[in-house]
């Protein structure tokens, strides 16, 4: 009825575990694992599941997970939890990771950047530990199937973590399942190009690599002054002029493309063909990793910018039509509903020859409809128009400035 067909030639895989929509941060956090419970309802209701392979994920091992972390970090995650977290951090070789209190901290911070303190960024919480091996595990499936010739496209909306540092939690983000998938990538292909499109710096894995010219990280994201209070916007890096560790081979393989608030579709389509354009021509990549936080989108609540959905499947079209190996992660997107539209028209845009899902969502098939009827609520469109809440501040003529600098950049 709606047009789903499974393209000859052309294998997606899903990989995915619902355990991970039980979790919760904390009341006032804006991370909410229930905009995965809406995105499968969406993904199931579209019948998007006849299009392509599903996986259940499982957990991945500690000895994967230490492939870029400090094995400490491992293993106090694996063991962590509300009723275990005192107890850890009086272990000393633990209690040597508590970073050093900075002035204005509002929560008090235990070792490797998590606490559990309400309102903290990396919380403790129930089930945590499962939680971060699962989303990890979900990344390492689907990268193994696309390392072994079992698929061309492998999807992860539950990873995308992409702010995890080696020996610490950052923003929202544990384990970098990014990074850990593009070290088991790099076994098999020679080069692999990192594409973020979360609103957010993707500075972990920037970092993970910045000495690698074997993986060129590009990423775009608001950058600057982030309120009257003139505090920058998270995590407060990725200028133009950062372009890898100077002096060293991973020198010119980092991207960044720092944007103004309120950047809207016309403007971000340039920005993004031209540059990722660009980048794949110079570096000939061997196989695309693609992160597609959706707080990009307008109307996010964290979120700057006024991008609609359309345009933000148009970034995946755009990096599907190279035909390389391609993952696909989820990342931010605070605005479940949202997230939830976005992720399942790139879920058919990745299985479904590109064709574009009909705009009346099935809110017969769908089991929480009403998350996605009403005026406030997108009207029961796939596509509703988000209202342009963000002041655009972007300026053709300092666009093209930036592609102009990435662009001699990229002649290096
Ligand atoms: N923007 C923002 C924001 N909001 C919060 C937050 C709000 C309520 C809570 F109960 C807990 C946290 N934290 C932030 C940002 C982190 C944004 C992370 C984005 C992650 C991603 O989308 O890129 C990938 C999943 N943190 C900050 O701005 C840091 C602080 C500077 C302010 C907030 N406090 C809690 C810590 C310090
Ligand atoms: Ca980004
Ligand atoms: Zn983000």
Known sequence: EYGITRPKGHKVSFHYNSTVEDMHFGKTHPMKPWRLTLTKHLVLGYGLQYAMDTYEAVAAGIDQVRTFHDPDYVEFLSQVSPQTFDKLCQVP????????????????????????????????????????????????????????????????????????????????????????????????????????IDVHHGDGVEEAFQRQPRVMTLSYHRYGPYDDTGHKFFPGTGDLSDVGLKGTVGEHFALNVPIGSGIDDRQYRYLFESVTGKAIDAFKPSAIVLQCGADSLGGDRLGQFNINIKQH?????????????????????????????????????????????????????????????????GDGQLFPKFQKDHRNECVESDLEMKVKKLDEELKY
């Open 313 to 377: 499947g148009e970034c995946v079209n755009f990096v599907k039509k190279t035909g390389l190996p391609l993952l696909i992660l989820g990342g931010g997107g605070y605005t479940a509903r949202n997230v939830a539209r976005a992720w399942c028209h790139e879920t058919a845009l990745a299985t479904n020859n590109g064709a574009h899902l009909s705009d009346k969502i099935p809110l017969d098939l769908v089991p929480r409809p009403e998350a996605f009827m009403g005026r406030a609520h």
């Open 93 to 196: 070789r633990f209690r040597n990771h508590v970073p050093a209190k900075h002035e204005g901290d509002s929560v008090d911070l235990g070792p490797f950047n998590l606490s559990t303190s309400p309102g903290a960024d990396c919380p403790v919480f129930d089930g945590m530990s499962k939680y971060l091996f699962l989303y990890t595990g979900a990344t390492l499936a689907a990268t193994n199937q696309l390392t072994t010739n079992q698929s061309d496209i492998a999807i992860n909306w539950s990873g995308g973590l992409h702010h995890a540092h080696k020996s610490e939690a950052s923003g929202f983000c544990y384990i970098n399942d990014i990074v850990l998938s593009i070290i088991d990538m790099l076994r098999i292909y020679p080069r692999v190009l990192y594409i973020d």
